[in-house]
């Protein structure tokens, strides 16, 4: 097993009392295991967090270098407009 580092931290009473809720039902062996599962949660969201921002930053450099000629604002308003009445005139029938 891997060695383990002691450490202290301070929660509000909310947070304590959900830990010991958890120990207490069973749910978790110790206040440990339940520190434990939060962070591998929140290093898991981290990361994913981490893969959209730099997965943001490659499709922006790659609009930023795209070279190729763009949709007006005015046509792309007009498009989505025809579109939307369609669909409107469709549920209407």
């Known amino acids: ?12 009473p909310e947070m304590v009392h959900i830990v010991r ?3 207490a039902t069973g749910e978790y062996a110790s206040s440990s295991e339940v520190i434990r599962e939060a962070l591998r ?3 898991y969201k981290r990361n ?3 893969q959209g921002v730099t997965e943001l930053r490659r499709v922006w450099h790659e609009a930023v270098n795209d070279k190729t000629p ?3 604002p005015d ?4 498009r989505l407009e025809r579109k ?3 669909l409107a005139d469709s549920t209407n029938l």
Not at 75 to 78: A, G, P, Q
């Open 75 to 78: 046509e792309v308003l007009n």
């Open 84 to 86: 939307y009445q369609t």
């Open 1 to 12: 097993m891997a060695t383990a580092e002691k450490i202290s931290i301070a929660l509000p």
């Open 41 to 43: 949660d929140w290093t």
């Open 70 to 72: 763009g949709i007006s």
């Open 48 to 50: 994913l967090r981490q």
């Open 21 to 23: 809720g958890a120990v």
